[in-house]
């Protein structure tokens, strides 16, 4: 009859054979039973608000970039609205949703709009009169960089309530994902995560910050969840650019996916809690103050599904254990501001995230040739005690390779995103750094290379020798 076979076929069948349904009581049962047509793309993508402006040629390519890619992606069936911040850059190809970027849908969540590092977050501790550069110092020896999770006898106990959350929800609850959700507690990943300690303007007080998302628990999350939106986006809209994929809400899929954010949002929170606490308790400080919030999730009001790419929630709809204002980082030598805010016409609820990059990791290195690492590290680094956790230095997490501070805070008045109520000046900064440098699979290239060349070494001598 040429309808496609689903999982609805089983079934079907088994109803028809039972009834001995045929002709138009056939018809009139598939009728109630087959899926309904595939979804198209809008004809015309739906309008966003744009908050971000450019002073050079460079940022403006940038900026294009992200409102073409914010075009297609805009065309998605599920999507009511938008709109991009001052942080805005390119995270992917096009049609896909930029950092710096808000999309919201209805009755849809799309796995690929939070991307995998879920629940990226930053959380703040007041730590009082303390000495920066021993809370940096006790810090290094307590958190834990680079890819993999901590050795056993250096392992956080995981709360008995995380687990049990893990264990019930089949997104979350293969070997791989509990192991993870162990092995990976207290850890903060590459890239630009960082732990940064500095001293409140406003009070004078010691203050340490910690930027990282999920790492293996929501890397693992978002793979799982990428595959089911896909068989959804296969039957119900295969238009829709895969990147786009969504899982709807009110399937048993969607209720579980969305209640695995939910479970990875709490162990991504404890993971920040675990070092904090941990450094609190080395240094024998009493904790001031704490507050935290995500910029890289899924925020649910009804029947709306917020999707921040990178952009921090003010509407506190959105953060249900708000205890403060919100914490937005620029980059490892500028203060982080502290901010406020409400819901405007342009903002969606939300502020940028960060400074964002003007250009890619790789053009920034090629942007910087003559110049050794060393002789950039010190001179974008001076007066601040920035390290690399495996002292190695990657200059695409130097400060050049971000958007210019002070246009971002700029911008920020600009379009009415947030107020900044304080700013944390820099003391000191831990980034992973190049860890790929010394890394096992390079070091065994590196050796299988080194034998290589000295194999060619030893047959050019012999050959010599022969000719002699």
Known sequence: MGLKPGKWFKEALEHINAHGLADEALLAYLDTMKPAPAIPLLAAPVAFHENISADT??????????????????????????????????????????????????????????????????????LGPVEPKRVLDVAQQITHFGPGGRPAEKQFALPADILAEFQANPFLNSLRSLNFAQEHLGTQGDGNHFLYVGTSRATGDTVLVTHHGSRGPGAALYSKGM??????????????????????????????????????????????????DAIAAELGAAVQQRYWNEHNFVFRDGELFYHAKGATPLAPKFLPDITGPRIIPL???????????????????????????????????????????????????????????????????????????????????????????????????????????????RKKKLAKEAARQAALDTQADCSALTDE
């Open 57 to 126: 040629a460079v940022e403006q390519a940038n900026i294009d970039y992200v409102k073409q890619s914010m075009h297609l992606l805009m065309r998605t069936p599920t999507v009511v609205t938008g709109a991009i911040m001052p942080d805005a850059c390119p995270a992917g190809p096009l049609g896909t949703i930029p950092v710096g970027g808000i999309v919201a849908t209805r009755n849809a969540i799309h796995p690929g709009m939070h991307s995998a590092d879920i629940c990226c977050s930053v959380m703040l501790t007041n």
């Open 227 to 276: 595959q089911v939106a896909e068989r959804f986006r296969q039957e119900l809209s295969p238009e829709t650019a895969p990147a786009n994929a969504w899982i709807p809400s009110q399937t048993v899929e969607g209720e579980q996916y969305w209640a695995a954010l939910q479970t990875i949002r709490k162990w991504t929170k404890q993971n920040h809690l675990c070092l904090h």
């Open 331 to 441: 980059n490892m030598a500028q203060p982080i501001l502290i901010v406020e805010g409400t819901t405007t016409g342009n903002n969606l609820g939300f502020a940028p995230h960060g400074a964002g990059r003007n250009l890619s990791r790789t053009r920034h290195k090629m942007s910087k040739s003559g110049w050794t690492n060393e002789e950039l590290f010190a001179e974008e680094t001076r007066g601040v005690d920035a390290r690399f956790y495996f002292n190695r230095i990657d200059i695409s997490e130097l400060p050049s390779a971000y958007k210019d501070a002070d246009d971002v805070k700029r911008q920020i008045g600009q379009f009415n995103l947030a107020t900044i109520v304080d700013e944390i000046l820099p003391y000191g900064c831990i980034m992973a750094g190049d860890w790929e440098q010394d890394a096992p699979w």
